[in-house]
């Protein structure tokens, strides 16, 4: 079983607020401390990855979906800990073939993100990973994504959820495992 405590310990010593970044009046969370410690990255992924697995510790998804981009930096060592394949969520216009498209917004502006109609199988079972959890605009968006290939969302594992934005209000029954509430 990871060490949720020790993930969440690392992440509490080694992340870094960048005050008014990318704009005034956001709070930047740099996670690339905690990347560049080999110990508290493999903590972290090792946590991340439980969402993946059931009670008793077998793998329960077939995909593992980053979304751009921080996410794609943990979602892809996640995919490999559980033995399953790894699929990326991009913002418009820089999947080379067929997508499906969601726009929403975000804490700070709107985005569009796209996703190879391919990727996921009808009935697939995906975990989606990413950073942070602020407004669950990425999340919920990810998950329209997942669905419109015919794949089914079984939870979202993150870093941080900033609680004060009150992101479940919009990833709705989608089971949130985090390793940090700030």
């Known amino acids: 079983m990871p060490d949720r405590q020790a993930a969440a310990e690392a992440l509490r010593r080694l992340t870094v607020d960048v005050a008014d970044w990318p704009e005034p009046g956001v709070t930047f969370k740099d996670i690339t401390p905690v990347l ?11 946590a991340l990855a439980a969402a993946g697995r059931d009670e008793h510790g077998a793998v329960a998804v077939d995909k593992v979906v980053g979304m751009e981009a921080r ?3 943990l979602a892809a060592p996640v995919a490999l800990a559980l033995g ?15 997508t499906h498209a969601v726009s929403y917004t975000l804490e700070y502006g709107e985005a569009t993100l ?3 109609r391919d990727a996921i199988a009808p009935g697939e079972r995906v975990l989606l990973v990413d950073d942070v959890l602020a407004t669950g605009g990425t999340v919920a968006a990810t998950r329209r994504l997942v669905e419109s290939c015919g794949g089914v969302a079984t939870a ?18 989608l089971p949130v495992e985090t390793l940090l509430t700030i």
């Open 114 to 116: 796209e996703l190879h």
């Open 156 to 173: 979202v594992s993150v870093l941080m959820e900033l609680g004060f934005l009150d992101p479940r209000a919009t990833t709705g029954d």
């Open 36 to 46: 560049a410690d080999h110990d508290a990255f493999s903590a972290v992924i090792a």
């Open 84 to 98: 399953v394949g790894f699929v990326p969520v991009r913002k418009a216009g820089k999947l080379p073939r067929e």
């Open 71 to 73: 996410g794609f930096i």
